[in-house]
Nanobody, 125 residues
Framework: QVQLIESGGGLVQAGGSLRLSCAASGRTFSSYAVGWFRQASGKEREFVAAISWSGGSTYYTDSVKGRFTISRDNAKNTVYLQMNSLTPEDTAVYYC??????????????????WGQGTQVTVSS
């Protein structure tokens, strides 16, 4: 069993930065791939980025490439999403998710077993 708790969301002006954290409980977390997803109001949940269990491989959706960076510290059971050059289009609830068998290029949310409760990111223009 893995429990995930996101933090770091908030209100930021366009062009600003935020760093989201996903803290996990469970001894097996370091063997899980982790993804970040987001869901804007009235829209479906969409894939943002993912990282392999070792941190050696990452994958991003095109709209965040060059602006967002996913990383992990398995000693701290934490995955991060550094978000730079934010735009109002990045406004959404951001969720982290973990799974032991998913590949990081899988963008379908249903492939992930464990989910956090989400953290709101609001980017003002």
């Amino acid at each position: 069993q893995v429990q995930l708790i996101e933090s770091g969301g908030g209100l930021v002006q366009a062009g600003g930065s935020l760093r989201l954290s996903c803290a996990a409980s469970g001894r097996t977390f370091s063997s899980y791939a982790v993804g970040w997803f987001r869901q804007a109001s009235g829209k479906e949940r969409e894939f943002v980025a993912a990282i392999s269990w070792s941190g050696g491989s990452t994958y991003y959706t095109d709209s965040v490439k060059g602006r967002f960076t996913i990383s992990r510290d398995n000693a701290k059971n934490t995955v991060y999403l550094q978000m730079n050059s934010l735009t109002p289009e990045d406004t959404a609830v951001y969720y982290c998710a973990a799974d032991g068998v998913v590949t990081i290029v899988t963008t379908n949310p249903s492939a992930y077993r464990y989910w956090g409760q989400g953290t709101q990111v609001t980017v003002s223009s």
